[in-house]
């Protein structure tokens, strides 16, 4: 250095020499500044706590709610990895300048307050708040039991069972309705005679309900009565629950000890439908001996048995069981097979509640609209009567024996689950 200071003097450069000793101290002097600076500014070395994100992290809130992030859970997780950190957050809006506008305040709090290289990244999952059913899952005030007749196959009588079933009911005193809930093929007006009846709307405290049609002391409401004889019903899942949501919620019952539902046949959206809604006391599935409804009958008491569904089967009917001519009435045909729905109630271990045979004026009295129980000292008021008290006898026995059942809560993904169950 005295040789390199000596060469400057010597040559009697001192101007280059003068530049060159600025240039170093002003070198020196930035270096100190900048190491200074980075030991005043903790974000380019503090170390990334868990704990201390997430106690930041309770000073920002999603836009739109009042608490802050952590508070109101929306923060699922924070995870910290070196100079990385990873915040789970779930929101409750798919909007998403929302979503942005989250992201960035997290990163900014994040580098901001601690690490100003920090690589941030916030995983966003949005669960939007579940939406009230078109069916709301409550009972109706005033209704005992609301037993559920099914089918798993159509045409074996299911709507004629119910229809008798509905009318012995009320000759033996109890109080009755029936929900024609076949939204595609209701048949109830017909079987009734009330095709040309509408329903009137009533005040209920202070609110504008449905007075069912009445027929032979029976309350009855069917989409038939607000749909042309000729007109279908050409409706998606979504509008069939809404019109089930108005002639359940929306009418003015009363008190009733029974409520017969009358599903559609199948296992299909209507039956979730009215499970969504109501606490199904029971079910009453209807099959005919042959083989091939038998075995959508074993459906039908499979889907309601189910861990999902879990509504009481109070027994299988038998329809058609056999053919008795008027002018013999002392014989019996089988047409469609001998005992096949009693077999397969000792299969599932569900009762059975008896057998109807295919008489000719019962498909009479269900095209006049008076149905075949309605038919004093006949062989098929006995046999109606006899099905009746059956019903009856395992629907006490159901209620004594089991918690009340309740409404079934259905999810997206995970298909269904009893609400509240225990």
Same mark, same amino acid.
């Given at each position: ?133 078109? *069916?709301? #899952? ?9 037993? @559920?007749? !099914?089918?798993? +196959?159509? $045409? /074996? ?122 606490? *199904?006391? #029971? ?9 091939? @409804?038998? !075995?959508?009958? +074993?459906? $039908? /008491? ?121």
């Amino acid at each position: 250095m005295r040789r390199f200071f000596y060469f400057y003097i010597s040559n009697n450069n001192y101007q280059n020499f003068t530049t060159l000793l600025l240039c170093h101290i002003a070198t020196s002097s930035l270096y100190l500044q900048s190491k200074i600076s980075l030991n005043k500014d903790k974000r380019y070395y503090m170390k990334l706590d868990r704990k201390e994100i997430l106690k930041a992290l309770e000073t920002i809130s999603i836009a739109g709610e009042g608490k802050n992030m952590v508070e109101s859970g929306a923060v699922t997780n924070v995870i910290t990895f070196g100079d990385e950190v990873v915040v789970d957050l779930v929101l409750s809006t798919p909007a998403m300048h929302i979503k942005k506008r989250a992201e960035d305040d997290i990163r900014k709090l994040i580098q901001d307050t601690f690490l100003a290289t920090a690589k941030v990244k916030v995983n966003i999952k949005v669960e939007t708040a579940e939406k009230a059913n078109e *069916i709301k #899952g409550k009972a109706i005030p005033g209704i005992k039991n609301i037993i @559920a007749v !099914a089918s798993g +196959k159509g $045409g /074996v009588g299911k709507s004629t069972v119910t229809a008798n079933l509905a009318v012995t009911l009320a000759r033996m005193g109890f109080k009755v309705g029936v929900l024609d809930a076949d939204i595609y093929g209701p048949s109830m007006p017909i079987m009734f005679d009330v095709e040309n009846e509408k329903p009137i709307s009533i005040e209920v405290d202070g609110k504008s309900k449905m007075k069912p049609v009445e027929s032979f002391e029976v309350k009855i409401l069917s989409i038939g009565f607000f749909t042309a004889p000729s007109q279908a019903v050409i409706w998606r899942g979504p509008m069939a629950a809404k019109a089930l949501n108005q002639m359940i919620f929306d009418a003015a019952w009363g008190e009733l000890d029974f409520m017969l539902i009358d599903l559609p046949p199948g296992t299909g959206d209507i039956h979730l439908s009215i499970m969504q809604s109501l606490p *199904i006391t #029971g079910a009453v599935v209807v099959s005919t001996p042959q083989a091939v @409804a038998l !075995a959508d009958a +074993k459906k $039908g /008491v499979s889907m309601f048995l189910s861990d999902s569904i879990n509504v009481p089967v109070l027994g299988i009917i038998e329809n058609m069981a056999y053919f008795t001519p008027e002018e013999l009435p002392n014989n019996k045909y089988y047409i469609f097979g001998n005992g096949g729905a009693k077999n397969l109630a000792e299969d599932l271990q569900v009762p059975f509640l008896g057998e109807i045979p295919l008489v000719q004026s019962i498909r009479e009295a269900g095209d006049y609209g008076r149905p075949a129980a309605l038919q004093t000292a006949s062989i098929i008021e006995t046999i109606f009567e006899e099905v009746t008290r059956n019903v009856v006898r395992e629907t006490v026995a159901r209620n004594e024996n089991l918690p009340a059942t309740e409404a079934i809560k259905i999810t997206t993904m995970a298909g269904c689950s009893a609400v509240n169950k225990k």
